[in-house]
Structures are given as C-alpha cells and as structure tokens.
C-alpha cells in the first residue's frame, strides 16, 4: 500500500515539473522553457542527493552553541554598529544602517502582531504612512514643538490602528488580512488624491528634522538618536512579551479556544497587540519622516508591507530577535546587490512560499531548535 | 446548596436537538458524574456552561448569577474552569508555561508594570510561579515542568490540562472525559487526585465512560439520552436504575464484558 | 443613464462573481483566504492576449476570428486550470497541517510572485489589445449594450448556473459539499479529499481565467496588477454574499459591481477602488455572516 503510495506520488511530481514547464511557455518562450524543464529535472533527479548535503550542512552547523554566545554576538555586533558612523568615508553606510534601524523597529512592531498573536497584517506600511504624514503635516503647518508632534502623530497612528482592527477582529477567520490589505490600497488611493492635504504623488518635501534641545540635522546624531530610540523600542516590546500579555498573545496564537477558556478576552488582547503594534509603525514613520526630510506615497506601498512582514518570517515568527535579523538581513542584502533590484520581489515571493514550507521557524528560531535537541541528547 | 443550576436549558444544532428542556443541579462541593451514550449532549452541556455554546433556550445559573449566553471568559473569571475532551494544550511552550497561561486572570498588573517592570510586576508573577508548581504538585507532575507540553505521554497531558484548568482558582472544574486513554494504574491515581480536588473545597463535575471510576468517586450522578436527562442519583440508584441500565449501563457491561 | 449604469455595474458585477467563487469555494473548503486567486485572473488575462496574439500571427484570426477567438478561450482555460493546481498542489498542500498562518503567507508569497513573474516576462507596462470583430453595440429601448459586455453576461450566467448543477447535482459536487461540512468524515465514506481539493482550486481557476479573458477584451488592456485589486474586491463581494456560499459570492459579486460602478458615476471615480473596502467594513461590522451565510458553531 505503502509502496505503491510512494511510486505514485513520484509520477505525479514529475507530471507537476513537466506541468510547470508547460505552464511558463506562452510567459518565456520555448527555448527558456525548455532551459528550465532541464534544470528542474535535473534538481528532480537530484533531489534526494540534494537533501543528504543540506541536512549535513545543517548537521555541522548545528555543532555550534549560539545561545552560549548570544550575548556576545549581541554587544559584539551592537558595538560595530554604533561605531560605524563615526568612522571616516561612513557616509553612505550611515544612512543605510539608520534605515536597518528604522526597519528593525517595524518588524519588531509587526512581529507583536502577526508573529505573537497570529494576525496577519498586510497592511503595515500604511501605518508607517500615516506616522510619516501625521508628522510632516503636522511639522510643517504648525508650530507645535517635535517631541509633542512626535507623540501626537503615533497616537493618531494607533488610534487609526484600532478603528481599522476593530470590525476585523470582533470575528473569527483571517478577515484581518483583507482588511489591512484593502487598507493600506484605500491609503494609497487618498494618499494620490488628495492633493490639498497631500500633494499626490509629488509627496511633502520641507520636513523639519528632529528637535530635542539640539536640531538633529546631522546624518550621524540621527543615527544616534534612531539607534537609542531602537533599543528603547526593543527593549520595551521584550519586557511586553514576557508578561501575561505576551503570554496572552501566544495563547490566542495557537488555540483561541483555549485563551477564551482560560479567561483571557481574546478579542480585547488582538486589538491591544494590533494597536500596540501600530504604535511602533508611528514611531518608525516619525523617524522615517524626520530623517528624510522628505515622504511621498511611493515610500508605503503594499510591497513595502510584504517587505517588512518578510523579515519578520525570515528572522523567525514570534521571535523578536529574529525579526531584528531579519530587518538586517533585508535591507542590507539588497544594498549590497544592487543589480538584482529589477527582479527582487520575484525572489521575495519565492523565498516567502520556501520559508514558510521548508523553515517554517525562520533563522533565528531553526537554530534555537537545533539547540534544543543538542541539549537534550 | 446548588452551584450550578439550568433551567429549562435548550440547545440544538440545526434540526438536532443537542439539549432538550435540561433542568438538573449541581450541589456546592460535590463530584457529579454526567454520563451517557455517546452524542447525548454531555459536552453540549458543558460547553453551554462555559459560554462556547449559546443555548437557544432556557436559563443557566452559577450560584445567583445568571450567566446563560455570557462570553466564555467572562464565565472562566466568574470562577468556573474547564477541561477539553481532546486534549488541548499549547506546543511549543514547557508545562510550566502552559500553566502560567491560565493564570492571567489572576495576575494582577497592568501595562505598565510590565514595562518598568517594578516590585509588584515580580511580586505578582513570582506569587503566580508559585501556584502554578504548586498545582502541577498536586496533580503529582511538577517533575515534568520544563518538559514540553505536547512532548509527554497521554497521561501526564491529561494532568496538565486539569492542572491548568485548577490554576485558574475556580470555585467548579469541568472535566471532560478525563480518564479517556488512561491506563488502569493512572486512572486508579486519577481518582484519588479528583477526590483531593474536592476535598479543598472545588466543585468538580466530570464527564466519564468509565463507570468504575463513575460510582466509586461521584456523589450524585446525572444520566444523559439524546439531550434528555433521564435519571439522577447516588451512585447506587443509578446502578439500579432499570432505564439506565436498558439505554446505557447494559450497554456499557456489555462492552467491560 | 441610470439604467445605462446599472447594465454596466451588472457586467462588471459578473466579473467579481466569476472571480469570487474560486474565493468561496476554497474558503468553504480549507478555510482559507487564497490570496493568489486574484492572479490566476490576471495571467487568464494575459494568456487571452498572448494565445489571440499568436492565432494572429499564423493568420488563424484573419481566416476564422470565431475559431479563433474560441480556441483562445479553451486554452487559456485550461492553462489557468493546471495553475490553480498547481499552486495548491507547491504552495498549500505541503501546509495543510501547518499553522493557520502558514498557508496564507505562502499564498501572499505565491501571489507576489506570479505578479512579477508576468511584469518580469511581459513588462510592467499595460499590454493593450483589440478585437475589431467584437467592436459593436446592440441596442435595446435606448439602451447601448457592446457585443463584449453582451458576452460577458451570458458567458457568466451560463458558466454560473453550470456551476450550480454541478455542485447541487452531480456526485462530485456532492462529495464536494461533503468535504466542505467535515473532512474527516467525507474521507471516512470514501471521498477523495486529495482530489476534491485539487478540483476546487481547479474550477476556481477555470472561473477567474473565463472573467480574465473577457475583461481583457472589454478593457482592451491589461497590466500586471489588476489582480491584486480586482481579487480584493472579489473577496469583498464573496464576504457580503456570505463567505462560503455560492449564490452568496454571485449576488455579492452583482451587489459590488453595480455599488461601484454608480459611486464612480455619480459620486467620484478617483475613489472607484475605495467603495468595495467601504462595503466590506460595513459588513463586517453590521452581518458578518454576509447576505447569505451561516454562522456555523465550531465543535469543541
Ligand atoms: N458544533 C456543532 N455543530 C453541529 N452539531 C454538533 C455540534 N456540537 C455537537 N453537535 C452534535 O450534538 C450532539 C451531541 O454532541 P456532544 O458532543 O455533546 O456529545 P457527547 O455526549 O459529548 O458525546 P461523546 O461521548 O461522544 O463525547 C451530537 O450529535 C453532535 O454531533
Ligand atoms: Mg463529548
């Protein structure tokens, strides 16, 4: 039975690799077509070989004890970072790193919600938007000081948090993904339109830079002031996750029946994980804003929302530290490749379906796994 | 001195009728044992209890309080506890952690405390660290407490369930089917441990195929048919009860035989 | 006018049923919201252009625009068809027991692909199209009804009410029900759950690829995104109908389409993408079930 099974489903994964050739030909042509039936055959007929390197690379990776080292690695590498801008010729590395920063605090912000509690937000970066343009519109037109600017655009951000949220999260089912998907499309489209407020797509340009006793219009003391306000963000969102909200929120992740019998309001718990985490997406846009001095709608578009929900996947869902990871790993990598830029959401989708079906733990929590089992033995 | 109490309690599934006209009343510190066939409503009742199920009719009582159609964790802080018929514990997180879940309503600190993270935040959480051990000692696992939830025998994880249930600090436990997969060995320890549960003041009502367990532990026994309750008593009226040996009994012995 | 508008909110109303019942056919299913449906739409867009394109350049057009036009249809179909299967076969089935986020972000992942896959092959600009023997109107009691707009709302009904008989009539369709109400019981009487699955993603796609095709006859351009929005509002109407229910998602679909069509006429069409969202959040809030859907209580 078993045997037979087995041979079955063989033939049907070749049948699938002849399909998918067929598939592409009217895309690509016969002779790419033709290019890629190969190459996936080759990786068909190759696949169990395939399978033995990559769990040995695993076997041998899996020799080292990173735990041990976390904190280490962690003030080794916070170190480098925070003395990278006063080097000389940091310039350019400056602004990339500053932007790392700015990402971390997202997908820290988007991990409360969607790796924690188990919504899925398609919508992020439309709260980065309205962070960035409460603040620029606020800053420009009023004289308000920054820091009370500042705090009036990320509580507008989560106040709109849990307007958006609320008729979602009331119910059961994944109605929150439509939701902030068709959210942030509404934003584009207001945020296109409305010229009087917005100036369209040509964006709002004359964005004071932060002021907190001095102007922080220096790359390098916005860097410090984004790296201190980082910390702070993550630390805070650490302290959160390990208290019964946190444990609130895991709850409802895995079993909502569960939490509900065990006298947590589910839905009041998703709606402070979706505001809590909006308030992140504030202040990121606050900084976003402030630092370039610049916003326009091509900045918070749904792929910047896919951008952001990959790192969060890539680090490890539910694991901060791997969301700051995966901020790094994002945003650097394609810095570094600058030629791929044409086609790299093609590799973004590619790489989300292969996460989610191969690593489903992300990175940072594959390796904790590997820990866990090497400890046991 | 009734604790729980249904009036006229109706429940149905489309055209089937899950709960019909149930009247029945559960004494304060007792253990009552709901049995029935299998589909005749026993985890219908408790889920009407605990608020999953919304009755289409009747009343539901927790001492004075009426808490008929109230949101399950409402009613879970109104003090009463529930186990699942399939085990439901959260993988990926130890025993201890799992435990520490259900503390929640008992935890009392605020937003804030959670970030500065000050004396009453540790207090709290230490005070709650302490139950929960407490409780897995009671149900006799504390050993396994940085053990995987999910990664235990069948047994155990029925015990923490209970234990998870307990930590709550209900005034009535709902347990369904506990013994479901137990060996004799650990069902025979199952009872004594329920008897405990009782024994500290807790009202305890179980849902049990294992009439063994049913007539040596229970103080009042509630008998299920098709959503109709059909008898009630102490262990040894049930036991010769003509219906209830005819519709369930009988064909319990049959199967034991 | 009114009626005008009313013929041409009904036409695009069809596309969103077409497009909505691959959405509530795999959501009654897996429950499960398939964010990749939207762009089986759009590649049936493009395979329509792509395969008249080429019936074009061998003089098939020229010769027989009926055959033509025809064959266009049954292949993009059955492309559209072997994606859907596929995408479920790659993206979801390998997650069936996951997490209830897993197969979501994989479709969000699968449907980001397809889309620049398309915009990598084909470019990011619109792709434009034009079919002179279906540029024709008829006209009835004043009202100017295009040839397209004539096809489109047969072809719909047709393909609809198949549909129905389908699900309602036949054994497959009844299995199909079957797995919708329990799985585990459909598959202990001897159901293929593996099959039915599979079969739904492939109708759906059969569907979205029939409302691509026309649509890119009826605009006469297509571009890489229009998926993305139009599978948006698609599951918008598939919720107002009731998610899960097949009359639901055709109502809903008629529903959202005439809604938007008269906000963009007499209110604002900068805004035209901004209604569907509006209804979606009104249904949610006031009937959640939708318009035809039941609140199933979950077993415990
Ligand atoms: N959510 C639901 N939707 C539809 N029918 C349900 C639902 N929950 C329970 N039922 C039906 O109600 C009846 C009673 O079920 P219930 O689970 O209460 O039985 P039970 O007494 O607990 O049986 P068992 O001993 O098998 O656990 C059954 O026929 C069941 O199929
Ligand atoms: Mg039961």
């Known amino acids: ?332 990598i394609p810095e570094i490749l600058r030629d791929i830029q044409t086609f790299r959401m093609l590799i973004v989708g590619l790489v989300l379906v292969l996460l989610v079906i191969f690593l489903p733990k992300g990175i940072v929590g594959s390796i904790k796994d590997v820990n866990h089992t090497n400890s046991k033995s | 001195m009734s604790i729980i109490r249904t009036v006229n309690l109706e429940k149905n599934f489309g055209g089937l009728k899950a709960l019909s006209n149930l009247n029945l009343s559960i004494n304060k510190g007792s253990i009552t044992s709901i049995i029935g066939p299998n589909g005749a409503g026993k985890t219908t009742l408790f889920n009407c209890i605990t608020g999953f199920n919304k009755p289409n009719g009747g009343d539901i009582f927790l001492g004075n309080l009426k808490i008929t159609g109230q949101p399950p964790h409402l009613i879970a802080r109104s003090g009463i506890a529930r186990t699942f018929q399939n085990i439901r514990l959260l993988s990926d997180m130890t025993v201890l952690q799992n435990i520490m879940v259900s503390r929640h309503i008992n935890l009392k600190y605020g937003f804030f405390d959670c970030i500065f993270r000050n004396k009453h935040f540790f207090l709290q959480e230490d005070i709650s660290t302490q139950k929960a051990m407490k409780f897995l000692d009671f149900m006799g696992i504390s050993e396994y407490c940085h053990h995987l939830a999910t990664s235990l025998p069948y047994g155990i994880q029925k015990r923490v369930e209970i234990a998870r249930a307990l930590s709550l600090e209900p005034e009535v436990i709902l347990l369904d089917e506990p013994s479901a997969g137990m060996i004799h060995a650990e069902t025979m320890s199952l009872m004594s441990q329920i008897q405990k549960i009782r024994d500290i003041g807790k009202t305890v009502v179980l849902i049990e195929h294992d009439m063994n367990l049913v007539m040596s532990i229970s103080d009042w026994v509630i008998v299920l048919n098709y959503g109709v309750m059909i008898a009630e008593g102490t262990p040894n009226e049930i036991k010769n009860n003509r219906q209830v040996i005819e519709t369930y009994l009988g064909f319990a012995h049959e199967h034991l035989a | 006018m009114f009626i005008q508008q009313i013929i041409n909110g009904l036409t695009l109303g069809s596309v969103y049923s077409l497009i909505a019942l691959g959405y509530t056919m795999v959501y009654g299913i897996l429950e499960f919201i398939n964010f990749a449906h939207g762009e089986i739409y759009m590649i049936g867009a493009y395979l329509g252009i792509i395969f008249l394109t080429f019936f074009t350049a061998v003089g098939l057009t020229t010769s027989n625009i009926y055959l033509s036009l025809f064959l266009t249809m049954i292949l993009t179909i059955a492309f559209c068809c072997a994606y859907g299967y596929l995408i479920e076969r790659v993206g979801y089935r390998p997650l069936r027991y996951a997490p209830r986020l897993s197969p979501l972000i994989s479709a969000i992942g699968i449907s980001i692909f397809l889309q620049n896959f398309v915009m990598f092959t084909q470019g990011a600009t619109d792709k434009v199209i034009r079919v002179e023997a279906l540029d024709g109107f008829v006209s009835v009691w004043g009202i100017n009804l295009s040839y397209l707009q004539v096809a489109i709302l047969t072809v719909s009904f047709v393909v609809m009410i198949g549909l129905n008989l389908f699900v309602n009539k036949t054994k497959i369709g009844t299995a199909m029900r079957a797995t919708a109400q329990d799985k585990i019981m459909a598959s202990l009487v001897g159901i293929d759950i593996n099959m039915i699955i599979s079969l739904v993603f492939v109708v759906g796609a059969g569907l979205a690829s029939v409302a691509g095709v026309m649509v890119a006859g009826y605009y006469g351009l297509v571009n890489y995104h229009i998926g993305y929005i139009a599978g948006l509002k698609a599951f918008t109407a598939a919720v107002l109908g009731g998610i899960g229910s097949i009359q639901g998602a055709m109502i809903g679909g008629l529903i959202l389409g005439i809604v938007e069509t008269l906000g963009s006429a007499y209110v604002s069409s900068d805004y035209k993408d901004v209604y569907a969202f509006l209804i979606l959040i009104v249904v949610l809030l006031i009937k959640p079930t939708g318009l035809l859907g039941q609140r199933i209580e979950d077993k415990i």
């Open chain 1, 1 to 332: 039975m078993n045997n037979y099974i087995q041979s079955n489903t063989h033939l049907i994964r070749l049948f699938n690799v002849l399909l998918i050739s067929i598939l592409v030909l009217p895309f690509i042509g016969l002779q790419h077509s033709a290019t890629l039936l190969v190459v996936l055959l080759v990786v068909f007929f190759l696949k169990d070989y395939l399978k033995v390197f990559f769990s040995s690379l695993a076997l041998s990776f899996s020799g080292y004890s990173f735990s041990r080292y976390k904190k280490a690695i962690l003030v080794v590498s916070s170190v480098i970072i925070l003395i990278i801008p006063i080097m000389p010729y940091s310039q350019y590395a400056t602004d990339v790193i500053t932007l790392c920063l700015i990402y971390v605090i997202l997908a820290c912000g988007l991990n409360v919600i969607v790796g924690m509690t188990g919504l899925l937000h398609l919508g992020y970066a439309a709260f980065y938007a309205i962070g960035a343009y409460s603040y620029a519109l606020l800053s420009i037109n009023t004289g308000i000081p920054f820091l009370a600017t500042a705090v009036l655009s990320i509580v507008i951000t989560s106040f709109i948090g849990l307007m958006t949220a609320f008729p979602a999260l009331r119910l059961k089912g994944d109605y929150l993904a439509i939701v902030t998907l068709g959210f942030g499309e509404i934003l584009r489209v207001i945020l296109n339109n409305w010229q009087s407020l917005t100036n369209g797509p040509n964006g709002l340009s004359g964005i004071p830079a932060p002021h907190v006793f001095v102007d922080f219009t220096d790359a390098r003391m916005m860097f410090y002031l984004t790296a201190v306000v980082c910390f702070v963000s993550v630390f805070i969102i650490l302290r959160v996750e390990r208290s019964k909200i946190g444990r609130a929120w895991r709850c409802i992740k895995e079993d909502e029946t569960v939490a509900l019998a065990m006298g947590i309001d589910v839905v009041r718990y998703k709606l402070i994980s979706f505001v809590f985490g909006s308030f992140w997406a504030g202040l990121a846009g606050v900084l976003y804003a402030s630092k370039m001095g610049f916003v326009s709608p091509d900045s918070f578009t749904f792929l910047e929302s896919i951008l952001i929900l990959c790192m969060v996947i890539v680090g490890g869902l539910g694991n901060t530290y791997g969301a700051i990871i995966g901020a790094f790993i994002l945003i650097c």
